[in-house]
């Protein structure tokens, strides 16, 4: 992958929150680990899909790409600017070129505003153009999503909720970004709506050149839009690789669980993997080496030790995963 065409990427990027718990003698102050060592690339045109279960941190690692959040620990950089060594007001400049669609969008828009109101308004802040001007853009914007320029007068609660989540789309790419962060888009919406708005989300990308962060607990989904897939667990991304390989060739044992609830998508029957038992370990209290362990049925005493490192498996694919056994566990799938 040429670096000139890298538009986010992430170094070591960790994210702590500070909380209280309950104890039996009181309240104690703890840290919750949501983001913990997440190194990647997305380039212009990509899309990188993200997936596990809930709670694993992939909403919290999206609000961090999308400036919402500064990283606690690492390096993270948008069209070549670290923004990790940025102050909140120097982060601004930069949020015209990073947008997000959210998973409601009957709460994401204001009721209050109408189509024209939610679509201009972020033109205010970053451009000097006209009102009439405002007003053709977020036009134009609808029509490229799907709707009329009519929809310009109306408010949210006029339209349905595909329509709303076009919205949505089209409110995202108001400041013509470099990347956007998709949180769970399609997951409220209708199933017959639902390929409507991935095929735009598709068609949308390549007009604008766009990078998405998409994040979905969906594989059936991923597969049908994503470039490569991420698979994240406990806030670490435990295997990422292009989207075929991982289907084809998942080497992660809590990738091969995952493949067990994909019924639209036909993966190599070899490596789907058992269903997970028990919930995943509280991040405020995560388990000692590889984090899980508690959960796997190929765990050993390394696992229980160390932390394994996220290696490349093969190159061409860019498919790289971290377990102490991926060897030893993919030599067992493919002897089935």
Known sequence: ?????????????????????????GWKKATVAAVSDVTLDIAAGETLGLVGESGCGKTTLGRMLALFYLPSEGTMTIRGVDVSALKPKQVKPLRQHVQMIFQDPVSSLNPRHTVENILTEPMKFFSSDTAPVRRQKAADLL?????????LRKYPHEFSGGQRQRISIARALVLNPAFVVADEPVSALDVSVQSQILNLMKDIREEFNLAYLFISHDLA???????????MYLGRIVEIATR?????????????????FVPTVVPNKSKIGKILQGDPPSPIDPPNGCPFHPRCPHAIDICKASIPVLETVNAVARHATACHLQDEINQQSGDR
């Open 221 to 231: 989904v991923v597969h049908h839009l994503a470039d490569r897939v991420a698979v």
């Open 244 to 260: 075929d390989s991982l289907f084809e060739d998942a080497r992660h044992p809590y990738t091969h669980s995952l493949l067990r």
């Open 1 to 25: 992958m040429d670096r000139q065409d890298i538009i986010v990427s992430t170094k070591k990027l960790s994210k702590r929150f500070n909380t209280k718990v309950a104890t039996e003698k």
């Open 143 to 151: 029509e490229a999503v799907g709707l009329s320029a009519d929809a």
